[in-house]
């Protein structure tokens, strides 16, 4: 019981750390900016040794902050992933092994085991961790792990929120006719309309 409880607290225990170190050297919590980008190669940003993608706001950034060398994702897919991020388990363990709403393939040899097709509400994520520290935490862009309340990012520990629904811009449960310019999406469970581009919409709200 105990070897499952430390792992569920490893990424707080991670930030935690991080936080009280900054305090003593200055006084204050420092700023936790997380990325979790879809399909991207380890070596795909310049600061991580890539000569063909030019990425010098990211490598900026990098040069300021953390840059880790040595880490896995926890799954191969979306939500399991994200999942795993936000509580600190393995997706095995949240019964959530597959992108929300998963494959279907009544025709195949083998049947896909029942499996959980949201975050769970008895796991505490690190968003509410760190906003019971104090913190103002911010979701903004991808989701993927429940699009209805209770399990929407601003129900699960986020402050403020401005995220498209389903796994990806324009998907089935996404607003009709978005198409990652001048699109709708959710500001705090309120459709607004935005425009510009996808990304710099995201990356001005969370400014």
């Known amino acids: 019981m105990m070897k499952t409880k430390n792992i569920s607290f490893a990424a707080f225990a991670f930030l935690s750390a991080l936080s009280l170190s900054a305090k003593e050297e200055c006084g204050q919590s420092p700023n936790v900016v997380m990325f979790l980008i879809d399909d991207l190669g380890w070596n795909d940003f310049g600061c991580y040794g890539s000569r063909f993608y030019q990425t010098p706001t990211i490598d900026s950034l990098a040069h300021a902050g953390v840059l880790f060398t040595d880490g896995y994702a926890a799954c191969t897919v979306s939500s399991p992933t994200r999942a795993a991020l936000m509580t600190g388990k393995y997706p095995a363990r949240l019964h959530l092994t597959d992108w929300i709403a998963g494959w279907n393939y009544p025709w195949a040899k ?32 991808k989701w993927h792990l429940g699009d209805n309340y ?10 403020e929120v401005v995220a498209h629904k389903g796994g990806g811009v324009g998907q089935t449960p996404d607003f009709w006719g978005n198409n990652y310019f001048d ?15 996808c990304t710099d919409v995201w990356f001005d709200a969370a400014e």
Request: no cysteine.
């Open 183 to 197: 699109d709708s999406y959710y500001q705090n469970g309120k459709l607004t309309r935005y425009e510009g581009y």
């Open 110 to 141: 083998l049947r896909i085991p029942e499996w959980t097709k949201y975050l769970p509400l008895e796991e505490k994520t690190v968003a509410e961790y760190l906003k019971d520290s104090g913190y103002q935490t911010w979701h903004v862009g």
């Open 150 to 159: 209770p399990y929407r990012p601003q129900d699960r520990g986020f402050t």
